[in-house]
């Protein structure tokens, strides 16, 4: 089992950066995948970006080049660099852990983008 703690939401104008973290309960090395999803209001929840423990990463086509997430393996924390904001990433971010079979999720945190 693995619990999440996110944090780092807030309000921002456009144009500007934000920087989520998720802290796991265990060793993220030992996680297959941690990741940040997000859901706006009305709207299915997507991937943004995720990273193996290998260090691979992939990214949704609407966050590369602004995004970027990274891990932290002393501190058990994946990170997510939000750069050059816009409105349409305003929603409730969240953290997830892969340990397959099984999916693990933060409470989230929000993040909205005002223009």
């Known amino acids: 089992q693995v619990r999440l703690v996110e944090s780092g939401g807030g309000l921002v104008q456009a144009g500007g950066s934000l920087s989520l973290s998720c802290t796991a309960s265990?060793?993220?090395?030992?996680?297959?995948?941690m990741g940040w999803y997000r859901q706006a209001p009305g709207k299915q929840r997507e991937l943004v970006a995720t990273?193996?423990?290998?260090?691979?990463?992939n990214y949704a086509d609407s966050v590369k080049g602004r995004f970027t997430i990274s891990g932290d393996n002393a501190k058990n924390t994946v990170y997510l660099q939000m750069n050059s904001l816009k409105p349409e990433d305003t929603a409730v971010y969240y953290c997830?852990?892969?340990?397959?079979?099984?999916?693990?999720w933060g409470q989230g945190t929000q993040v909205t983008v005002s223009s």
């Open positions: 997830n852990a892969k340990l397959p079979p099984y999916h693990y």
């Open positions: 990273i193996t423990n290998g260090g691979n990463t």
């Open positions: 265990r060793s993220i090395f030992s996680i297959t995948t």
